[in-house]
């Protein structure tokens, strides 16, 4: 997968896999987090997040500033390596039972200064690599490379924090059920009027259970369950050590990179390396690239979903628990096996593949079959799951395809036919169109989140799992085509002197996307499901009617 590339793309690849571990673990629970402890509406838990996510993908504009203008790309990114380490550990100190909620805000802004100072300027990082004319054919499949290296430690996140929960959960003799939090909040502020539906659901975890002790039981659980989120959060900090460790240890591989267009004017030795643009071409190039950013704000608005109204609708109106087959799509340690199964019975049956590429086909199909068929016999016929493990599916399937997609665009370039990075982008925002297409249709006979007051669907509203797995495949696809192409475009168009600046406007552009998924969640309430979904849906196709109708523009300043 790295042959060919420079080795600085692996150190890059690898750090940004420990923090994209830390952050989606966080990220997965979040609004779980501040419903459970806190009380919030799905509203207001949707609108924190939302500002939140605005934040950590706004402050690149001030990350990619000091990097260009005063620290240099490898100080700002270690700068921030250090801040979100100070801010998950804010997260993840254990407060008492609905209190604390001034320190969890203050390391959300912690956190999202240091995302900052690291994301964008990283990226920035891995485009000087292939500024080298040696590299810079393979600068788009490098983009793709590096998002693969987010989404494998993103991969992993909601089952570790789900695994964490569930120890915890079980050290305090509970286990989880989606449907406590919101009636015990209700019981516990005097506003559940059936009293008799939440303690029925108690005594299912305690069946001793009596009027006289059930809030004694609400505060305990929902204590436990917070608890176990702060655990979830603590995870980020060792992931952000492990981060810290491979971008200092190995900084021979990237330090040839590490200049800005500042630094380089300053030096005697890489002053000729110094690229001058007209105002002109400097204009033509900007314009380009907030076209493109208009455009992706609704992409993430869309996609970020996934940890508001996506999550919300896992929780509400998705089955809890499925049988044994179905259970390998939510368990790693049996799905993983399967895929490198599959992978390797691909290689034994590829025409043209070596002698020795289909034995290790054959070896590698067996091997894995057999520990797939192994995990799946310990399954028990019926297997609940919590709703954040239906994250998984975005990074697993990112993971799965990337490969596809290189060889796909590899095949296409050698005859001539790729797409260029642009018109990718367009055809990103159709395919996400079509997976909100997917729940639209889901939705169309389920009562809305009003009609049941906030509360889980009865199981008759209930809902198979493979609506919102399909809906995840669909938004991968659109994602590969549209989010790494969209950074390689920013890194080769962005002017020398504003590389870690325009770095910043893809992630500002990211942040305006991440609010407008808090004013969705705001909806979740107030509008029919299937309107909700909708929404989307309309707001997807009209950017990609968008991007096409200046496609020629962006082709041009592209094509350099």
Not at 371 to 376: A, E, F, H, P
Not at 444 to 453: H, K, T, V, Y
Request: hydrophobic share 50%; net charge positive; with cysteine.
């Amino acid at each position: 997968m790295f042959k060919g590339h420079p080795k600085g793309l692996i150190v890059a690849f690898f750090a940004n896999m420990g923090e994209r571990f830390g952050f989606y673990t966080m990220v997965s629970i979040f609004v779980l987090f501040m419903q459970a402890k806190y009380g919030l509406s799905s509203g207001s838990a949707g609108y924190i997040y939302g500002i939140f996510m605005f934040c950590v993908y706004f402050f690149p504009l001030l990350g990619g500033y000091l990097a260009d203008r005063v620290l240099g790309y490898g100080k700002t990114i270690s700068l921030g390596l250090v801040v979100m380490f100070i801010g998950y550990l804010m997260l993840a100190l254990p407060t008492q039972f609905n209190t604390g909620f001034g320190l969890v805000l203050a390391a959300l802004a912690v956190i999202a200064l240091g995302t900052g100072l690291f994301k964008g300027n990283l990226q920035a990082l891995v485009g000087n690599l292939y500024d080298d004319p040696k590299y810079s054919a393979l600068r788009d499949r490098a983009f793709n490379i590096f998002y693969m290296g987010i989404n494998i430690g993103a991969m992993f996140a909601p089952s570790a924090s789900e695994k964490i929960c569930n120890w915890i959960l079980a050290k305090d003799h509970f286990r989880y059920d989606a449907r406590i939090p919101a009636l015990a909040h209700d019981f516990l502020q005097g506003k559940l009027a059936d009293v008799s539906q939440f303690l029925e659901v108690a005594r299912e975890q305690n069946p001793s259970l009596t009027l006289d002790n059930l809030k004694s039981f609400a505060e305990n659980y929902l204590g436990s369950l917070s608890k176990s989120y702060h655990f979830g959060f603590g995870v980020a900090c060792l992931s952000l050590i492990i981060s810290m460790l491979i971008f200092w240890g190995f900084k021979k591989y990237y330090k040839h990179a590490d200049f800005t267009e500042k630094q380089k004017a300053v030096s005697e030795e890489l002053k000729s390396q110094v690229v001058e643009l007209t105002p002109e071409q400097t204009k033509e190039r900007l314009v380009a690239l907030m076209l493109v950013f208009f455009v992706v704000i609704f992409f993430w608005m869309a996609f970020q979903q996934s940890a508001v109204t996506m999550t919300f609708f896992a929780r509400d109106y998705t089955v809890p628990q499925v049988d044994r087959l179905t259970n390998l799509w939510f368990d790693l340690t049996g799905l993983i096996p399967l895929y490198l199964a599959l992978v390797g019975l691909f290689f034994l049956l590829k025409k043209g593949a070596s002698r020795n590429a289909r034995l290790a086909g054959a070896l590698t199909a067996v091997v894995f079959g057999v520990l797939t068929y192994m995990r799946y016999k310990t399954y028990p016929e019926v297997n609940p799951f919590q709703p954040q493990r239906f994250q998984h599916f975005n990074p697993f399937f990112i993971v799965s395809l990337t490969p596809l997609v290189i060889a796909l665009f590899a095949y296409l370039n050698k005859k001539g036919k790729e797409p260029s990075a642009p018109r990718k982008i367009g055809y990103g925002m159709l395919l996400t169109a079509l997976a909100f297409s997917i729940l639209v249709i889901c939705s169309l006979r389920l009562p809305s989140p009003a009609e049941l007051g906030g509360k889980v669907a009865p199981p008759e509203y209930q809902v198979s799992v493979y609506w919102l797995i399909s809906t995840y495949f669909l938004l991968t696809v659109a994602e590969l085509f549209l989010s790494p192409m969209g950074i390689s475009f920013v890194s080769k168009v962005a002017p020398p002197k504003y590389k870690g600046l325009m770095q910043g406007g893809w992630f500002a552009a990211t942040a305006i996307g991440n609010y407008l998924v808090g004013v969705v969640g705001w909806l979740w309430m107030k509008v029919p499901l299937w309107t909700l979904w909708s929404i989307l849906v309309v707001a997807c196709l009209l950017s990609a009617a968008f991007m096409f109708s200046i496609m020629k523009k962006l082709e041009k300043v592209a094509r350099g």
